[in-house]
């Protein structure tokens, strides 16, 4: 089993209308353009919620400043890691180097967005996930594009430049499938959405996101329903047969 967990951050369901790389995800595999993260809708408590499976409140990162656990509850790249499985994540902002422990990665890459411009390492992310995961030698990596959420900020979520970022990120989604085929099953999602120029807020318009799951075990064409961030950690570790902490929150989705 071979794994691609693709996050493009600040991705709304809505902007993703008429991009054949969407439209070849929902085709080939199983989707919710109506799935939900957590409060507070901000980058980092989300993904430490994707990673950990559990709510803001238990896991305590309440903004985007990592704090360590009070209570460590074992994260994803952890539960693999301890299956004997071999783990890569590919990112271009920093703050996300916490989403693993010490020794959990296999191998890692950082491109700073902030410094270089998240098209510039955006691009340079896909092209480096192309180049690494080719060979099928990484069971489980993590992609993280951070330009749509950037885009959003800047000049707000559904703009032109938002629409843009996203529709890069889709473009580089579609070149992964392309090239690796059916070698690895691929997961597309957002850890939140956006509206004007910012997020964080317990509205529909930050709190829905996509989930896109491609290739085996799921079926095609299937529209799922009642998909949450914390029930990506869960179906990950599902796939590979792992043990999950008896904390996790989250459930498989099939």
């Known amino acids: 089993m071979k794994v691609l967990l ?17 439209a070849r995800l929902m085709r080939e595999g199983s989707y919710s353009l109506r799935a939900r993260t957590v409060m507070p809708s901000v980058t980092l408590p989300c993904h430490m919620s994707l990673f950990h499976s559990v709510d803001p409140g238990r896991h305590g990162i309440l903004t985007n ?34 989403l693993a422990r010490p020794g959990a990665l296999t191998q890692s890459e950082l491109l700073s967005g902030q ?64 090239i690796l085929g059916d070698t690895y099953t691929i997961l597309l999602t957002a850890d939140h959405g956006g509206h004007d120029r910012c997020h964080g807020f317990d509205c529909p318009e930050d709190m829905t996101i996509p989930a896109f799951f491609r290739g085996k075990p799921f079926e095609a064409g299937r529209e799922l329903s009642d998909v949450s961030i914390k029930d990506i950690a869960p179906t990950v570790a599902a796939l590979f047969g792992a043990a999950v902490p008896a904390e996790w929150e989250g459930k498989t989705v099939r």
């Open 115 to 178: 410094a270089y411009g998240y098209e510039h390492t955006g691009a340079r992310l896909c092209e480096a996930a192309k180049r690494r995961l080719r060979g099928g030698e990484i069971d489980f990596a993590f992609l993280y594009f951070g330009w749509p959420d950037a885009a959003g900020h800047a000049c707000g979520w559904l703009s032109g430049e938002y629409f843009r970022a996203v529709r890069s990120v889709c473009d580089w989604v579609g070149e992964l499938v392309d």
């Open 6 to 22: 693709i996050l493009s951050d600040g991705m709304r369901p809505d902007g993703l209308e008429g991009h054949p790389a969407v």
């Open 65 to 98: 400043t990592y704090v360590p656990q009070v209570r460590p509850v074992e994260g994803l790249f952890e539960c693999l890691h301890a299956n004997g499985n071999t783990t890569a994540m590919f990112y271009d902002w920093e703050e996300l180097r916490d």
